[in-house]
């Protein structure tokens, strides 16, 4: 599976952006999708998923109200729309996939940076 991110770029603070993320088999057999992010200096960290039949969404608290995920299998898409962002959101966003035989797959990264 190859994952490809989109929308990364320079914001400034409480301004918004939309990453998406396509793969290149259906997204309708992964059972989990979400996205990361690392900013320099520090470890990934997960932000979002959504996973299951019913779409279940989790966030973390830190973008927990300003960040939804979303996808639209019929265009193989994972999103994430990005609302008041922060200097701390500058990070490279990553998203993942994990299957049904719970192998996970990575995308290459996008660049968000938000200045104050």
């Known amino acids: 599976v190859q994952l490809q991110a989109f929308g990364g770029g320079s914001v400034q603070a409480g301004g918004s952006l939309e990453l998406s993320c396509v793969a290149s088999?259906?997204?309708?057999?992964?059972?989990?999708m979400g996205w990361y992010r690392q900013a320099p200096g520090k470890e990934r960290e997960w932000i979002a998923t959504i996973e299951g039949l019913d779409d279940d969404r989790n966030y973390a608290d830190s973008v927990k109200g300003r960040f939804t995920i979303s996808r639209e299998d019929a265009k193989n898409t994972l999103y994430l729309e990005m609302n008041n962002l922060e200097p701390g959101d500058t990070a490279i966003y990553y998203c993942m996939v994990e299957d049904i035989g719970r192998r996970t797959y990575w995308g290459q990264g996008t660049l968000v940076t938000v200045s104050s």
């Open positions: 088999r259906d997204t309708s057999r992964f059972i989990i």
